[in-house]
């Protein structure tokens, strides 16, 4: 799909992202992430996507959204047992 043709990027998966960039993750791996992630539904889908993280980025994610670590752990494994 042409870039002028892409469903935009939900608001976590923006802040997923710069925790990509942040992280130093090579452009190919994030260009490929933010492909599979312009798919998702809605943000709930998005952020229940986050499991896949590690636990740093799963860290910087967190302080991006103003939560605790284990908070966000807690969120995203309900999501993904409810969802």
């Not at 993750?25 to 992630?37: E, F, S, V």
Request: charged share 30%; with cysteine.
């Amino acid at each position: 799909m042409p870039k002028s043709k892409q469903k935009p990027l939900n608001h976590i998966a923006k802040m997923i992202v710069e925790v990509y960039e942040e992280a130093g993750l090579d452009q190919p791996y994030i260009n490929g992430k933010t492909h599979d992630m312009r798919d998702h539904e809605n943000k709930f889908e998005t952020l229940a996507s986050a499991i896949n993280l590690d636990a740093g980025n799963r860290k910087r994610l967190a302080e991006k959204l103003g939560i605790s670590s284990l908070h966000l752990d807690v969120t995203v494994r309900v999501l993904n047992h409810h969802c």
